[in-house]
């Protein structure tokens, strides 16, 4: 499955891209929401995102928000929200969508 991994930290890139490349994902990387945008816009884009939601242009939520905006009668693309930000995944956000999960960065320590 293609898949496209949005983190404006090389090394969370790195990371993350070589462990979906282990487990046989195509892996396409991207270290900005706008970069990211470019790359879903195209007609092959991939199926599955994971998104970091603090990035330097458009934030994660943004992209999400484009995503769905332009995919809403189309291919759909699965998306995984990564942050760094503690208690994110139950924090409530004006107007969130009832589709958004948000997940921890795998790479965060929070001990």
Same mark, same amino acid.
């Not at 090389?10 to 070589?18: S, W």
């Not at 994971?50 to 934030?59: I, T």
């Not at 942050?83 to 009832?98: D, F, I, L, Q, V």
């Given at each position: 499955?293609?898949? @496209?991994?949005?983190? /404006?930290?090389?090394?969370?890139?790195? !990371?993350?891209?070589?462990h979906l490349r282990?487990? +046989?994902? %195509? =892996?396409?990387?991207?270290?900005?929401?706008?970069?990211?945008?470019?790359? @879903?816009?195209?007609? /092959?884009?991939?199926?599955?995102?994971? !998104?970091?939601?603090?990035?330097?242009?458009?934030? +994660?939520? %943004? =992209?999400?928000?484009?995503?769905?905006?332009?995919?809403?009668?189309?291919?759909?693309?699965?998306?995984?929200l990564l942050t760094?930000?503690?208690?994110?995944?139950?924090?409530?956000?004006?107007?969130?969508? %009832?589709?958004?999960?948000?997940?921890?960065?795998?790479?965060?320590?929070?001990?």
């Amino acid at each position: 499955m293609r898949t @496209l991994v949005v983190d /404006d930290s090389a090394v969370y890139r790195k !990371l993350i891209g070589d462990h979906l490349r282990s487990w +046989g994902f %195509e =892996v396409t990387l991207a270290e900005s929401g706008a970069e990211a945008w470019r790359i @879903l816009e195209q007609a /092959d884009a991939p199926k599955l995102v994971l !998104l970091d939601w603090v990035l330097p242009d458009l934030d +994660g939520i %943004e =992209v999400c928000q484009q995503i769905r905006q332009a995919r809403s009668s189309g291919t759909y693309i699965y998306i995984m929200l990564l942050t760094g930000k503690r208690g994110a995944s139950t924090c409530s956000m004006p107007c969130k969508p %009832e589709w958004m999960t948000i997940w921890p960065n795998p790479s965060t320590n929070w001990n």
